[in-house]
């Protein structure tokens, strides 16, 4: 059926042998808490492991783009120390690969299986991230903040897809008040959750980040 909102219908990506990782802010926990179990569930729904589902996060999100960036980074890292046998990893990519959300426990999804860093688990893939989501929540205040971080945050996310080359789901909700927020991070059975969407756009484009056609 169309839809005026919203991705539309795609056919399903099968995510079974996609690595993802997601970095989120810990500024307006509870939001982003509804947004990552969103973005988890339909992950899931497509396949991914939950050995293959990386989560990290940074302070706000103004520091989103720099984190995308060193976590992908890091990937590549830990991915060549793997192939080459070596077990060391840098201080750093232990940091950003980290597999917790750093979120209160109240907050943090009670079913997500951390997901062990490969050195850890027969099953995880060692491979780069074939797709990263970056999620957080601004909302508007009495100042000038909020554009100036959301300009910023969606230049930077921008830059790090196209200079890596890996898809970065653009995951951050921009709201004028909590409200808003809460109906898109489909709480209390308001709205939709938008992170149900941001999973399934980091699938569809890491399967075609691998070929396109
Ligand atoms: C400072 C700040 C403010 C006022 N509001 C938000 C917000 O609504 N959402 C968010 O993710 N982060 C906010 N921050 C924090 C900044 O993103 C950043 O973490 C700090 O300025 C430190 O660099």
Redesign the pocket.
């Known amino acids: 059926m169309a839809s005026l909102k919203g991705p539309g219908a795609a056919r399903a990506y099968d995510g079974s042998d996609l690595r993802i990782g997601i970095i989120h802010?810990?500024?307006?926990s509870t939001l982003?808490s509804a947004l990552l179990d969103g973005t988890k569930k339909s992950l899931r729904a497509a396949g991914v492991r939950d050995e293959n589902i990386v989560v990290s996060s940074?302070?706000?999100?103004?520091?989103?783009p720099f984190g995308v960036q060193r976590m992908y980074a890091s990937s590549q890292v830990q991915s060549a120390h793997s192939s080459t046998g070596g077990a060391l990893l840098t201080s750093a990519t232990d940091l950003l690969t980290s597999s917790t959300t750093d979120l209160p426990s109240n907050l943090s999804s009670s079913s997500t299986k951390p997901a062990p860093s490969s050195s850890t688990s027969a099953s995880a893939s060692t491979a780069p991230f074939d797709a990263l989501i970056a999620i957080?929540?601004?909302?508007?205040?009495e100042?000038m903040?909020?554009e100036y971080?959301a300009d910023a945050?969606s230049q930077g996310l921008m830059r790090v897809q196209l200079d890596s080359g890996v898809p970065v789901v653009f995951g951050l909700l921009t709201v004028l008040t909590e409200e808003q927020g809460m109906a898109r991070a489909g709480i209390e059975g308001r709205g939709h959750n938008h992170g149900e969407d941001w999973g399934s756009a980091a699938v569809e484009l890491g399967v075609k980040r691998r070929g396109w056609g």
């Open positions: 802010a810990r500024w307006n982003i940074v302070p706000g999100s103004w520091e989103l957080g929540v601004l909302i508007k205040g100042t903040h909020f971080i945050v």
